[in-house]
């Protein structure tokens, strides 16, 4: 039996207007992704006529462990939210607090200049790479795959804080590991070491990318 066929389960869905589903899936992501102690468990993405994204995340509900998994459907300009858990009041109290979240998030997106949502995209993509990154590292993925996120997410930041009077920390940061990790083998995972090493940095780097997210929602 799955460890999860004993919890109780509360979905709910929206529908939004913003035509852009992936940046719609990644202040979902960020929504959910943004609180304490969250873990990325999965995830999914496909963009060809339509986009449409899927990620699930484990975290604490009421002190007891729980799962939130969100779904981006293109066609139907819709999102559903599901919760798994011990406590089914305050599954259904978490939820109800985290649509109103994405809910606002997305009102504030709407109404952001060209450049502005640009930028945020960007921070929200970096913030995906980070949640990534830890998930290939908990599942001792080879490097090749945890050095893509931390480049992307890097990529993504520079981007995100373009025009600043100086650079952002995390660029430099992201650049020194990058460096620091280019010579290991690519198809062995990270030494335990340095893996616990870099998970412990990328608390730093969602902490700043958090704040660059914060300056539009």
């Not at 729980?66 to 259904?92: N, T, Y």
């Not at 809910?103 to 502005?116: I, M, V």
């Not at 600043?164 to 940061?173: D, F, G, I, Q, Y």
């Amino acid at each position: 039996m799955d460890a999860t066929d004993d919890m109780a389960k509360v979905s709910r869905s929206m529908n939004y207007s913003i035509d852009d589903s992936a940046a719609v899936f990644r202040i979902t992501w960020y929504s959910v992704a943004s609180k304490p102690n969250v873990i990325l468990e999965e995830y999914r993405e496909a963009e060809s006529q339509v986009f449409n994204g899927a990620a699930k995340f484990s975290l604490q509900i009421a002190g007891e462990k729980a799962f939130v998994q969100i779904s981006i459907d293109g066609a139907k300009s819709s999102i559903e939210v599901e919760v798994e858990g011990m406590d089914e009041v305050a599954l259904s109290v978490f939820l109800d607090d985290l649509l109103a979240s994405i809910n606002a998030s997305l009102e504030k997106f709407d109404a952001l200049a060209t450049e502005d949502k640009s930028k945020l995209k960007r921070a929200l993509v970096a913030k995906t790479c980070w949640d990534r990154m830890i998930r290939e590292i908990l599942n001792k993925a080879p490097l090749s795959a945890v050095y893509v996120q931390v480049a992307h997410g890097r990529e993504m930041i520079i981007k995100a804080t373009e025009g600043e009077e100086s650079m952002h920390h995390v660029t430099l940061s992201t650049s020194g590991w990058l460096s620091n990790i280019e010579s290991l083998p690519r198809e062995e995972p990270l030494p335990g070491n340095i893996a616990t090493e870099l998970a412990k940095k990328s608390i730093e780097w969602k902490r700043a990318t958090h704040e660059v997210i914060n300056r539009y929602l």
